[in-house]
């Protein structure tokens, strides 16, 4: 069982109201009956609320860790329970209820807690990817569900390059043939020399006459074709996030590395004398399928993405 799983329940049970980042806020309105843990619970669905700092500030001093380090990693518990539930599997607060995605794609609060618990298939999943590593082979199977999401944009970005390079070859090939059938192009004659000596020199090596309208072989279609392919695809930053903190750019940069996904941050200084970082995955895509990658990868990772070309 995940650390987190316990630390969630025990302070909204405690403090009777938490906000979890991205997925909304719970407040217990009531006392609990006999027998039960919870009394009503009142959920408000906000997938841009921000975690709870009392919560952030409570875990920092029982663990002794930096406050930076606990919101990195408690947003990447987070971030796991929120791509569980955009796939349809719920999260379980045990003994306090159920949030799970409608068809409306809301996050919505069930009270039917009861015949769920975190040993279930779905919290197994949920926790495999949290596990230490001695727990071997359990925990990279968890961490390979964890990257199904990005590997699924992967291919789709696969197939639509393939697509897209088998079209243009196709068009590239109707464009030759048409050349190829068309050995020769009306040209009207000119008065100057340079016109003169190309109409003597036809692709045949057939004399023609310089006063007459000449029939000249053109093969300048080809560096067309080239130029037009070699600029089909580009190099692309998915940007994320932007955060002040260093602590928070390389702890998820380094927690999306192990997933397998192309992270990585830069920085620039602000006239504060602060730096600013910036969280991206790089990726070289089709440039006509740059709007569709950057809809797959806000998907991916349930945030706005901004799209930039390198």
Aim: no cysteine.
């Amino acid at each position: 069982m995940n650390k987190y799983n316990n630390i969630i329940r025990d302070f909204l049970l405690q403090h009777k109201q938490l906000t979890l980042g991205k997925i909304g806020s719970f407040t217990i309105v009531n006392e609990p009956a006999a027998g039960v843990d919870a009394g009503n619970v009142v959920f408000v669905a906000d997938k841009k609320a921000e975690t709870s700092s009392a919560l952030l500030d409570q875990i920092a001093e029982k663990s002794g860790k930096g406050r930076g380090l606990v919101a990195a990693d408690l947003e990447s518990y987070l971030e796991q329970m929120r791509q569980f539930i955009n796939i349809g599997k719920p999260y379980v607060i045990e003994d306090v209820g159920v949030v799970s995605l409608n068809k409306s794609g809301n996050y919505e609060f069930s009270r039917n807690a009861a015949t769920l618990s975190l040993t279930s298939p779905v919290g197994q999943a949920a926790e495999q990817h949290f596990l230490p590593e001695s727990t071997g082979g359990t925990a990279r199977t968890g961490k390979r569900n964890g990257i199904m999401g990005l590997a699924a944009v992967i291919i789709l970005l696969v197939l639509a390059g393939v697509g897209y390079g088998i079209y243009n070859m196709a068009r590239n090939g109707k464009s030759n043939t048409a050349t190829t059938d068309t050995e020769t192009t009306e040209q009207p004659a000119t008065d100057t020399p340079a016109a003169a000596t190309s109409a003597t020199a036809s692709g045949d090596g057939t004399a023609v006459n310089p006063d007459t309208t000449a029939a000249i072989t053109t093969t300048t279609a080809a560096p067309a074709v080239t130029t037009a392919v070699s600029g089909d695809s580009a190099h692309y930053r998915f940007v994320f996030e932007t955060t002040a903190s260093s602590e928070r750019a390389h702890a998820r940069t380094a927690q999306l590395k192990s997933f397998g996904d192309p992270a990585g941050f830069d920085s620039s200084k602000q006239e504060d004398g602060t730096f600013s970082y910036r969280l991206f995955l790089r990726q070289k895509i089709a440039i006509a399928d740059s709007t569709r990658a950057k809809d797959s990868v806000q998907l991916y990772l349930s945030k706005s993405v901004r799209l930039v070309k390198e």
